[in-house]
């Protein structure tokens, strides 16, 4: 059974401008050419760049379109708007036959070392890779659950990778990044209960396994780490256990919330701002509910792991039953501002220490055809001079009395990248063909990426990869999407950027309408 299964609402954004140029993994730009990337280009070995893993270096360069450029000795004239183009791909195993059933995108963790020489994943297969950032080459690899490793994450010097489990066990471990020993591990499953491991024939299986569902690594060293268990008891009533925990960098637990055991709630996805944490509090259990603000927004203390605030929402009624939040939440520690994104179209800016709350609506329900429709706001954060957020596909709300089983016509809303600035006023829009799905800044908040995966109303296969977008100076969306870059598989929703440039995506197969299953998994990593 799958855990709330709403949350994957993943968006879809229109056209990719047909003028930029296509890099797609797997199939590197010829090697007889010079490849004009953002503020870099490729070129043939002896070039003084950095070498790549096919012989070619990355050379560091302003190109100028049109004029021709030496390098290594070769010269090209530079093109119109600059190319993307893949440096690897690992390949991570063979999961057809869990896609040929009926399974979501197989999910995958992924973080580049702070120092940008290694890249760690996280399998839906159980196991753990460290790559080489430049050329693919695999460092360290490890099988560490039967079932997936849902989050990774580093230490601030990279003398450390964390890697959190979906297991019975749910274990935490910290490991030697050189060949993946185990330093220390925490048993999230000691927190929020035990499952068995589900047969290969359930594929919604693995989400009813105790999970870390997030891995936050603070300013001092310290892990934050969120345990969720939901899961059907014996009567096939769901039930929930979740708990927060402030882990030592030794793997000591100095905080916990509840600080007297599990919460009866779902508690997924922190944000974290400084000495500031919120998260979102689900509820998907039977019987009555605990004395907690179910459907509320929590913000912590971190130095107590205590709440200091809540923020509920009403739910748009009659469509909605909830104002469910799903991973565009964030908080800004220097401002006090609370962002959330919910389900309904709506997006929400709330202070800590006030009531005045600034709502916009993206994609809330409209009637076609005396047809409820909506967009729901899947992922958001805030970035340099305001927030991002990203509207999904239209969908006829859950909550509406209706026959219909496919929208009429498209919300207004849907499949765009919204951003806005601190009073919620319109910055830029972007909106296009692509299915949007999740959203990364490079940590210098100079750029976005968002991954473009499966489309849900048709199969189209020039749409896959990300879009890069530029969130510095001025200009609308179009004048701000950099480069498109192109894969040959849809990606998944995790993705991983670096300031230099480069990207990493999960690229997942997928199934044809015939059933079929098309493309391959694997990690490439873009520049």
């Known amino acids: 059974m799958r855990v709330l299964a709403w949350l994957l609402i993943a968006g879809s954004i229109t056209a990719w401008n047909a003028a930029m140029s296509v890099g797609c993994a797997g199939s590197p730009p010829p090697a007889e050419r010079l490849v004009f990337l953002r503020d870099a280009v490729i070129a043939p070995a002896g070039s003084g760049g950095r070498p790549l893993g096919d012989g070619r270096e990355l050379v560091a360069a302003t190109w100028t379109p049109g004029v021709p450029t030496t390098l290594g000795g070769r010269t090209d004239p530079a093109p119109a708007r600059p190319e993307c183009a893949p440096l690897f791909s690992v390949e991570l195993g063979d999961v057809r036959s869990l896609i040929a059933r009926g399974a979501e995108a197989p999910e995958t963790a992924l973080a580049f070392s702070p120092d940008g020489d290694r890249l ?11 790559l080489d950032a430049w050329t693919g080459a695999i460092l360290a690899r ?35 990044p050189g ?3 185990t330093r220390w591990s925490v048993r999230l499953a000691d927190h929020v209960g035990s499952s068995p491991a589900p047969p290969d024939t359930d ?39 979740s708990r927060l925990l402030r882990l030592g960098p030794d793997g000591t637990t100095k905080a916990a919330w509840p600080a007297e055991g599990p919460a009866d709630a779902v508690l997924r996805f922190p944000a974290v701002s400084g000495a500031l944490m919120v998260v979102p509090l689900d509820r998907s259990a039977a019987g009555p509910p605990p004395d907690l603000p179910i459907g509320s927004v929590l ?32 908080v800004d520690a220097a401002t006090g501002q609370v962002l959330s994104g919910f389900a309904d179209g709506r997006v929400q800016l709330a202070p800590l220490g006030g009531v005045h709350r600034i709502e916009r609506s993206l994609g809330a329900p409209i009637l076609s055809g005396g047809v409820p429709i909506a967009a729901g706001v899947s992922w958001g954060r805030f970035v340099p001079g305001g927030l ?24 207004p809303g849907e499949s765009t990248v919204w951003m806005h600035d601190r009073a919620g006023e319109p910055v830029w829009t972007w909106h296009g063909e692509p299915s949007l799905h999740g959203l990364s800044a490079s940590p210098d908040g100079r750029r976005l990426v968002v991954g473009a995966g499966v489309r849900p109303t048709d199969q189209r296969r020039d749409l896959f990869g990300a879009l890069v977008f530029r969130l510095d100076g001025a ?11 192109s894969t040959p598989s849809p990606v998944f929703f995790r993705h991983a950027v670096l300031d230099d440039g480069r990207i990493a995506l999960s690229e997942v197969p997928w199934r044809l309408d015939d059933g079929a299953v098309a493309g391959a998994y694997r990690v490439t990593v873009l520049r």
């Open 475 to 485: 200009g609308s969306g179009a004048d701000r999407l950099e480069v498109r870059c």
């Open 179 to 181: 060949d993946l020993s």
């Open 388 to 411: 991002v957020t990203i509207t999904g596909t239209t969908n006829i709300p859950w909550g509406s009395q209706t026959t219909a089983t496919r929208p009429p016509a498209t919300h």
């Open 203 to 241: 594929i919604y299986g693995v989400y009813t396994l105790p999970a870390a569902y997030a891995l936050r690594v603070l300013a001092g060293g310290d892990l934050v780490v969120a345990g969720v268990h939901a899961w059907p008891g014996p009567d096939g009533q769901m039930q929930n256990r």
């Open 120 to 130: 760690a994943v996280g399998t839906h297969r159980g196991e753990l890779l460290v």
């Open 142 to 176: 490890r099988r560490l659950a039967e079932t997936m490793i849902k989050q990774v994450a580093w230490a601030a010097d990279a003398a450390t990778i964390y890697a959190g489990e979906a297991s019975p066990d749910a274990f935490v471990q910290a490991l030697e």
């Open 299 to 330: 913000a912590f203390d971190l130095d107590s792991m205590t709440p200091i605030a809540s923020f509920a929402t009403e739910p748009l009624r009659p469509h909605f039953t909830s104002a469910a939040i799903w991973e565009a939440l964030d």
